[in-house]
Nanobody, 124 residues
Framework: QVQLVESGGGLVQPGGSLRLSCAAS????????MGWYRQAPGKQRELVAT???????????NYADSVKGRFTISRDNAKNTVYMQMKSLKPEDTAVYYC??????????????WGQGTQVTVSS
């Protein structure tokens, strides 16, 4: 069983910074990619940033246009952990942030897994 545990959310003032962490654990054979999504009240969950692990390709990052230049995603493959440094935070960034991982658990099983989410609130 795979488990993703997020941490680092909280309340921050506009213009401030937060660093989110997500650690994957369990019967993991390999992780192809990890990423962050967010969901604000009344809105659908949206992609924020993803990063590949370089298993099938070189490690690459992708960002939503709304966060490009402000958020930075990174990972520590040895620790099965993904991070997201968020700076210049805006009230529009307020949402529950979910960690996602594309994980192979055995020779025939590859699925996406989700964390429980961590609340990020940007307000003065």
């Amino acid at each position: 069983q795979v488990q993703l545990v997020e941490s680092g959310g909280g309340l921050v003032q506009p213009g401030g910074s937060l660093r989110l962490s997500c650690a994957a654990s369990g019967s993991i054979f390999s992780i192809y990619a990890m990423g962050w999504y967010r969901q604000a009240p009344g809105k659908q969950r949206e992609l924020v940033a993803t990063i590949t692990s370089g298993i099938t390709s070189g490690g690459t990052t992708n960002y939503a246009d709304s966060v490009k230049g402000r958020f930075t995603i990174s990972r520590d493959n040895a620790k099965n952990t993904v991070y997201m440094q968020m700076k210049s935070l805006k009230p529009e960034d307020t949402a529950v942030y979910y960690c996602n991982a594309d994980i192979r658990t055995d020779w025939r099983t590859r699925n996406n897994y989700w964390g429980q989410g961590t609340q990020v609130t940007v307000s003065s």
